[in-house]
């Protein structure tokens, strides 16, 4: 039996400038391919070559391979990521595809503006990302001895629950703390979801003058040892995945 | 105290680096799954089935591979 032919198809990593160089050579793509820049006037596709037929099997596969998916987003980041020190950088989702890098050119042009104001939107900035925790408590780490009564015992829940709330109160006043030294600091912000049984309270990306970046960092290392009742976790720098939404206002 | 940093360095060096200087896996997923630049691409599926696939994606993974999603 004759193996169907295998069709190749357009991947979109990211959209550059058209006149820039993204500095690619030697970089490799989800399948391994050599990345091209697919250019209209004012914008450049960065793009790979990938089997069609396998990618959309692996896309569609319910249940997903976990292990396929993470190693395409990583090869996939790690694409943007080469571009982004170099050139303002626009990251794709992933998962953009097109039959050929005509369709790829028909897309750019159909999208000129919100692309062109997205570029924008990134040059000189990076994605910085903000995550704070409950911290634990330390009271409840040192066992007393068992409750010598239910009296003892009921007094000693009572006082456990008022701790915690209290504990609760004061995270919830740090989150606030860390968000308006921070914000000023960054030219947006994004909130992404947070993650109650995790005890994540804060989860926020910001965007940030390259200009300032240092001194958002600094500034999250001082809340970092300063607010009482949170962990603090500064990720990145990322290009700016979170501030590209097309169909937002542009920053 | 240091705050834990995970630098996401250029791509030679985040492919090649020890493992804590690896992107950590969930901070990467949230983005290049749930954010980056959405357009309606020709193969596979139309506009509505790609958000679809991109919001069900992290979803259905979260599902296979909770440990990722948890408190690092």
């Known amino acids: ?251 | 105290m240091t705050i834990p940093t995970v630098i996401n360095t250029k791509h030679r060096a985040v492919a090649a680096g020890p493992a804590g200087d690896r992107v950590a896996l969930v901070d990467l997923l949230d983005r290049v799954l749930a954010k980056g630049v959405v357009v309606s691409g020709e193969v596979t599926i139309s506009l509505a089935e790609v958000d679809l696939v991109h919001i069900s994606l992290r979803a259905l993974l979260s599902s296979f591979r909770p440990e990722l999603f948890r408190q690092p």
């Open chain 1, 1 to 251: 039996m004759s193996e169907p032919e295998s069709a190749g198809a357009s991947w979109v990593y990211a959209v550059i400038a058209d006149d820039v160089d993204a500095g690619l050579a030697g970089v490799t793509g989800i399948d391994g391919e050599p990345l091209r820049t697919v250019a209209v006037p004012g914008l450049a596709a960065v793009v790979g070559s990938v089997d069609r037929t396998r990618v959309e099997a692996a896309l569609s596969a319910r249940p997903p391979d976990p292990q396929w998916l993470e190693v395409a987003a990583r090869r996939h980041h790690d694409v943007v990521a080469a571009c982004f020190p170099q050139v303002a950088t626009v990251p794709f989702r992933l998962a953009t595809l097109y039959h050929d890098d005509t369709g790829v050119q028909e897309a750019l042009t159909g999208r000129r503006a919100q692309l062109r104001a997205a570029l924008d939107t990134v040059a000189h900035r990076t994605e910085w990302g903000v995550q704070a925790y409950a911290a634990g408590s330390a009271e409840s780490g040192a066992k007393a001895e068992p409750p010598r009564s239910g009296t003892e015992y009921l007094l000693r829940r009572r006082a456990e629950a008022e701790q915690r709330e209290q504990a609760r109160r004061l995270a919830r006043e740090s989150v606030r703390v860390v968000e308006e030294r921070l914000r000023p600091l960054a030219v947006a912000a994004v909130a992404h979801p947070v993650d109650a049984p995790a005890d994540l309270l804060l989860n926020v990306s910001y965007l940030v003058d390259n200009e300032r970046g240092q001194e958002f960092r600094d500034a999250v290392a001082d809340l970092s040892s300063t607010v009482a009742g949170l962990r603090v976790r500064l990720t990145g720098p990322w290009p700016a995945y979170s501030f590209v939404d097309l169909t937002q206002e542009a920053v």
